[in-house]
């Protein structure tokens, strides 16, 4: 399954007012580029979607949501960071 606008925001229903703006749509692609399914397998559509979350919530409509934490962080990204862990045990050889 491709992650796409309808299934992006059926799981993040708070982006809902950003859909009109274009700025979803611009942020599941830039998530695709950044998110390798080589290394998250069965799990890339999750951390698509995680990562496309936490760039909505570091822009514009995020920083005016107050989304991001004091340390710059937000929650999309803590949890895009456990899926990373969960995915790369350890060493890879190539």
Same mark, same amino acid.
């Given at each position: *399954?491709? /992650?796409?606008?309808?299934? !992006?925001? =059926?799981? !993040? &229903?708070?982006?809902?007012?950003?859909?009109?703006?274009?700025?979803?749509?611009?942020?599941?692609?830039?998530? @695709?580029?950044? /998110?390798?399914? @080589? /290394?998250?397998?069965?799990?890339?559509?999750? @951390?698509? =979607?995680? *990562?496309?979350?936490?760039?909505?919530?570091?822009?514009?409509? @995020?920083?005016?949501? #107050? *989304?991001?934490?004091?340390?710059?962080?937000?929650?999309?990204?803590?949890?895009?960071?456990?899926?990373? $862990?969960? /995915?790369? &045990?350890?060493? #890879?050889? $190539?």
């Amino acid at each position: *399954m491709a /992650v796409d606008l309808a299934s !992006f925001l =059926r799981r !993040f &229903p708070e982006f809902e007012s950003a859909k009109s703006s274009g700025m979803v749509e611009e942020a599941i692609l830039e998530a @695709g580029r950044n /998110v390798d399914s @080589g /290394v998250f397998g069965d799990k890339t559509d999750d @951390g698509i =979607r995680w *990562m496309t979350a936490h760039l909505l919530a570091i822009g514009p409509f @995020g920083q005016n949501a #107050r *989304m991001v934490s004091k340390d710059g962080s937000t929650t999309y990204e803590k949890r895009y960071w456990k899926l990373v $862990a969960s /995915v790369t &045990p350890g060493f #890879r050889v $190539a």
